[in-house]
């Protein structure tokens, strides 16, 4: 049997079939964006048909949409009704009161997702420790029924205050306009059972407003799926790293909205665990953005999160993403700084190198420049790049400077690392880690290029660039567990309340984690359950997740210990005699999918060098060797300078580092003193 | 320039990471909701002349204020100021702007050599004073507001010498409070001192770093100087006025005449009221963070925050006026309110030079409301403080928006589930205040409503709040936006309040702000 992953992205939609054994096959198609499934679907009929392989025997598709997310980036979603209490119909509109730029003196701020018109206030409330202050009656649910039918929404929202606490309001709510209505009807204790009104109502507002398209597009796919691959199972990447059954997407697709970054963080710590690492940062540089993750043992999650300027509270791989890539611009301002980026060429008309019209410097003209990138073998010599041209740009900027046009190029590459670098310390010295402790993992058409620039500034001393860094994404998809989290809220401060209460309600998530799971796969075996709890000391107001071990007999103590542990590693003290607050439980419950992939890189006598030529370092010209990717082998060293050549990339092993080729294919870089 | 163009710019984004670093530690760590949730805190690094070379721009009430606290500090406790050691300072008269931002400030150490310094100032929920909150609603000396702190040492090798600030942990409230957020500014200071060292390695040592904070003044100056040049000669002046200060003088005048010429441009607020007995007395420091928001927003997003930036700007105000008064006068609402006017007033003189850029006056207020009281459940007193937002300005081409924060402040509001779990507070209404905005061609933005039921007998509530009388004004014909307006309700009364009020509660009663909208652009 076979598994395929197809991940979407904005130009190509990859494909990787991979057979029992581990072994793969790559192949790319061009995205259609209008409706992704049909570049799905042609890519899988394609790899099938390139390899002869029978389609009866791909058992599992696992795909990563961006579907969700350009729906809300495009603001294509349902029309969508909101009911909140009454008295605070306007508070998906308010949100948090403040505006997205402080310095913009005409205070703008994303517009709210549903019309003043379309959000219809609810007589009831609940008070704070549950406790109904104004009951919900008969009449007032056939009032608002009606009222909501009237305005004929694709998706209602239900979100009242504290339904984290007590959700019956929303239960009978609920029931009745599933009843009443042909919509898709979501209530906030359901989809995010988490204090804080807004952040609340804004995810639960998400899931009214994407889940129609959702499920819409799945079921399409499902359907042609199933005629092009009969006994294929379809599963989708979510945002928190883990798939879902496509079935299951029904009330939970506002899991999809940033699931496009977590294929390549998976990838690239599947491809360190092959080489026995699980500290790493994940590079993934591409024409216009860069996305950086830190893994430590595992994918990093982030519980709060934005798409298009509104929050989102799911959890999420945290990938920070910058504008920096092959394509930044390079450009002087009016006290003569460079500065690189975030405007980038694309890739049309790109690079002035491409001779498709650019004529702004890039970061790739850099490269061209400066020795690293072959203009006669870019993208395996299918694409000839134009020196001349990308000299006649950085020249440009050189005079502006006032530099050389070998210096302008050195420093657009040292800009373009440095503003890299930033991003790698806000995952990691920003999150209370040190970077010298990981492996860079570079992939992505232009990571690989400056990975040991990189390196070199946050004191790295080791890189891994995979065998294919253009589909370490698609490969991630393939590896991924499937995962259910859940959360709710407890607000508990008495830590003599913490055993029942908060061990309870673990318990509780814990039995519907595991039964979510089991459901989804049809396998008891081998699920994997972690508890969680958000803390704080009492009277902060953001909290830290900390893992505790499943057990509330001593839960109450145990996660105090950690919680401070990690107060102190995170922030530098702890108050001691300082009560702690339980904020939120969490429980995750996974399943490895126990599928894994590997390159058998071939071994025996490698190529030597295709030839030499000139790379200018900041200490000056030198002589790098050159090779070609394909003629390496296995265990074969490469002495820096050098500069390994793929069609798909160009490694640069800077003076001083080395590579060697691993068996798994990979090129694992290191500095010459270590 | 000394530093080269490549290097620059690697140092100086790392500068600004520094900033924001710290800034993340403390509101990540503080007690305070006006510090953890309302981001009332800002972070920034000094050479060690004292001279502003980053800062984060979290609040723009806090832009370019803390220079004068950190050279008071530097000139009154300069030689205690050792290794280990931080400076604590709240005092108006010494670079302060009201008594709860506590600004902490820590000396950066190479081989025994002060190189730089970071500092950090966060708005404390309580530090005592007549009212909960110490924003009261009719002080009329600096001493009902608070406990001042003069420039002092407090923390001697990384160690907080609680002795040292015994003074702010009697007169407040809530010490304990105090010290976790004090806890939260060293914490800050902390990483900022660590994360500059590493820069400084990165910059090639703390002299060539040394040369690149100079270098970072020129630039933004720079960059400042080309950015108003166009505007070369053009001049223009206008008056609008304060409500009133709590004490009995109302329609406080407040003028500005804009000039731009000589390489920069300046603000001069001749005419401008004498200092008042009330406390919307507004400290030289917060009047200069003002007038820099606005040339901030207008000409500079992308300059990096630094004295040089300000060079270009020059401000004059009187001594012994309203907008650089002498103490021992009350200052609490200066910093809150007389800050918006000055906006205002500034926006309202551009308006004559660049009027398709300027928008019409927004709320023009931060509306503070305080709740203090002790909770009968727990026996511990407890004080809530909050702004609340308001209708934004209309601009050619845009509507003003509704519900928001403007200009000087951008603090969260705290979740209603988060205020009703942790005060005997209840929140009846939040909604937009429908058709308060100023017509015109562009509609003005709507204010908010807000009623809270406070639930326990005894509280005190404190209102800090203007625009009540004079309405935010409209430009180019559009017209202005609804004034504001505070309602107690209790026993099916109403009773309208004053803009500035302080008022004793039984529980059942629901106070109801209604805040203003902003002025329309264009005749409608």
Known sequence: MRTVGVDVGGTFTDIVLVKEDGSYVVHKVPSTPGAQERAV????????????????????????????????????????????????????????????????????????????????????????????????????????VRLVGQRRPEGVAISLLFSFREPRHERVLLEALRRELDA???????????????????????????????????????????????????????????????????????????????????????????????????????????????????????????????????PTVDVRTIGAGGGSIAWVDDMDILHVGPQSAGASPGPAAYGRGGTDATVTDANVLLGRINPDYFLGGRMQLERDLAETAVRRIAEKLDMGVEDTALGIVRISTANMVEAIRGVTVGRGQDPRAFTLVAFGGAGPTQAVDIAQALHIASVLVPRHPGTTSALGLV????????????????????????????????TRAVRRVERQTGDSSGIRVEWSVDMRYVGQSHELTVPVPRDEHALAEVSRERFETEHERRFGYRLADRGVEWVTARVVATQDSRRRVHYRQPGGQGEGPVGEREVLTQSGWCTATVYRRDGLRSAQRVDGPAVIEQPDTTVYVGPGWYGTVTAHGALWLRRSDT | MNTDPITFEVVKNALVSCAAEMSITLQRTAFSTNIKERRDCSCAVFDAEGRLVAQSKDIPVHLGAMPMSVRECMR?????????????????????????????????FDNGEMVAVVANRAHHADVGGVSPGSMPGLSMSLEEEGVVIPPRIVVENGHLIKERVNDLLEGTRTPDERLGDLAAQMAANTVG?????????AAGGWDRLAALFSDLMEYSAGLMMKAVAPLD???????????????????????????????????????????????????????????????????????????????????????????????????????????????????????????????????????????????????????????????????????????????????????????????????????????SGGPGRWRGGDGIVREIEILVDGCEVSIQSERRHTAPWGLAGGGPGETGRNVL???????????????????????????????????P
Not at chain 1, 69 to 75: F, L, Q
Not at chain 2, 78 to 106: C, I, R
């Open chain 2, 489 to 523: 309700m209790f026993g099916g009364r109403k009773i309208e309040l004053q803009a500035k009020s302080s008022v004793t509660v039984l529980a059942g009663t629901v106070i109801r702000v209604e805040t203003p909208g902003g002025g329309g652009w264009g005749a």
């Open chain 1, 184 to 314: 898709y009807v979501v209530a906030s204790s359901e989809v995010l059972p988490e204090f804080r009104e807004f952040e609340r109502t804004s995810t639960t507002v998400l899931e009214a407003y994407l889940g129609p398209l959702v499920v819409g597009y799945v079921s399409r796919l499902a359907e042609m799926l199933a005629s092009t691959c009969p006994r294929a199972t379809l599963t989708l990447m979510q945002s928190n790293g883990g798939t879902m059954h496509a079935d299951r997407v029904h009330g939970h697709a506002v899991g999809l909205a940033v699931s496009g970054l977590a294929g390549g963080v998976i990838g690239g710590l599947e491809i360190a665990r092959q080489h026995g690492l699980d500290s790493v940062i994940t590079l993934d540089m591409g024409g216009t953005s860069c996305d950086v993750a830190a893994v430590h043992g595992r994918v990093p999650i982030i519980h709060n999160n934005t798409i298009g300027g509104l929050p989102i509270r799911f």
């Open chain 2, 76 to 108: 009154a406790v300069g030689d205690e100021l050792v290794e280990g050691s931080m400076a604590l300072v709240n005092d108006p008269f010494s670079g302060g702007s009201h008594l709860p931002d506590l600004t902490l400030v820590a000396p950066v």
């Open chain 1, 479 to 510: 590896c991924a567990e499937t995962r259910v989290d859940l959360v709710q809220t407890v607000l508990v401060d008495d830590p003599g309340e913490v055993r029942v209460t908060v061990g309870e309600v673990l318990q509780d998530l814990t």
């Open chain 1, 41 to 144: 679907i042609q890519g899988i009929s394609e790899v099938l048909e390139t390899h002869s392989v029978d389609a009866k025997e791909v058992a599992l598709v696992v795909h990563g949409t961006t579907v969700a997310a350009n729906a809300m980036i495009e603001r294509r979603g349902a029309h969508v009704c909101l009911l909140t209490t009454e008295g605070f119909e306007d508070i998906l509109e308010i949100g948090r009161q403040d505006r997205s730029e402080i310095y913009d003196l005409t205070a703008t701020r994303p517009a709210p997702l549903v019309a003043a018109d379309d959000r219809i206030g609810v007589h009831e409330r609940t008070g704070a420790s549950g406790e109904v202050v104004v009951p919900l009656k008969q009449e007032e649910v056939q009032r608002v």
């Open chain 2, 193 to 201: 001192q660590r994360r500059l060292r590493e820069v400084a390695q």
């Open chain 2, 233 to 435: 000669g053009t001049r223009d002046s206008f008056t609008d006025f304060m409500d009133s200060d709590g004490a009995g003088r109302w329609r406080i005048p407040i003028e500005a005449t804009v000039t731009f010429g000589g390489g920069g441009v300046s603000v001069d607020f001749e005419g401008t009221a004498g200092q008042v007995p009330g406390n919307i007395n507004c400290p030289l420091a917060s009047t200069l963070s003002a007038v820099y928001y606005v040339f901030t927003s207008l000409f500079g997003r992308d300059i990096p925050v630094n004295e040089g930036m300000w060079s270009v700007i020059g401000v004059r105000a009187p001594e012994g006026s309203l907008l650089n008064p002498r103490p021992p006068a009350a200052v609490s609402a200066g910093n809150v309110e007389t800050t918006q006017r000055v906006v205002d007033v500034v926006l309202g003189a551009l308006a004559g030079v660049i009027p398709d850029r300027i928008p019409a006056a927004s709320q023009g207020t931060m509306n503070n409301l305080s709740v203090g009281g002790t909770d009968p459940t727990t026996g511990r007193s407890f004080s809530f403080y909050e702004t609340i937002g308001g209708g934004a300005g209309a601009m050619k081409g845009r509507h003003g928006t509704s519900a928001v924060q403007v200009h000087m402040t951008n603090t969260l509001n705290t979740p209603i589930e988060a205020i009703e779990t942790s005060y005997p507070l209840r929140v009846r209404r939040y909604a937009i205040r429908r058709n």
